[in-house]
Every structure is written in C-alpha cells, then in structure tokens.
C-alpha cells in the first residue's frame, strides 16, 4: 500500500508561484501530478520517475512548471512557477507501482487558485 500526503496548494496572482510536495509512504515506480479543473476531466500535469529522474510535462505546463524528488525523503515536489489562471484547479498527486505507469495511488488534492 502507498499513501500520498500533499501539501502547498493556495491562492496567488497571475504570475506568481506556488511550491507542492507529495510525501508518499512506499515504494514507488512513479509519483506523478494530475489537477481537475472545475467542470472538466482531470488531467496529467507532469511525473517522474523514483529511479533515474526521468521526466515528462503536459505541454502547457513546460517552462513553468518543474518537478523534483528527494529520495531520502521519499517526497517530491512541483514547482509552479508564472501560474496562470488556467492553471486553477484542484492538483493530485499519484502514484504507481508497476512499469506501465497506470497510476492507482491518489492524494486526496489540494486546491490551487490563481487570480487574474
């Protein structure tokens, strides 16, 4: 079993930043980001890899957005940088076990909003 704790979401202005950590209990293949913004399909932000660092980004968040991990912590971050309020939504974080990367472990989200 994997629990996810995530932490860091809030409220902040068009171009401002917001850090988010995921502390997961377990070993993990992949810990990933997923937000669902109001109204719509939740959708994949970003993940990476526990072993190797190797990452992937949606498009729109590229640029902006980085995520990171501390092993030793078992713990990883996302940093938002330049947010925009499309960027508004609740962010989960996920984890999966196995190497197809189908993520089956959730967080229970927090909400970050973004003013224009």
């Known amino acids: 079993q994997v629990q996810l704790v995530e932490s860091g979401g809030g409220l902040v202005q068009a171009g401002g930043s917001l850090r988010l950590s995921c502390a997961a209990s377990?070993?993990?293949?992949?810990i990933g980001w997923f937000r669902q913004a109001p109204g719509k399909e939740r959708e994949f932000v970003v993940d990476?890899?526990?072993?190797?660092?190797?990452?992937y980004y949606l498009d729109s968040v590229k640029g902006r957005f980085t995520i990171s991990g501390d092993n030793a912590k078992n713990t990883v971050y996302l940093q938002m940088n330049s947010l925009k309020p499309e960027d508004t939504a609740v962010y989960y974080c996920?984890?999966?076990?196995?190497?197809?990367?189908?993520?089956?472990?959730w967080g229970r989200g927090t909400q970050v909003t973004v003013s224009s």
């Open positions: 377990g070993r993990t293949y992949a």
């Open positions: 990476i890899l526990r072993s190797g660092g190797s990452t």
């Open positions: 996920a984890a999966t076990t196995t190497l197809d990367r189908k993520y089956n472990y």
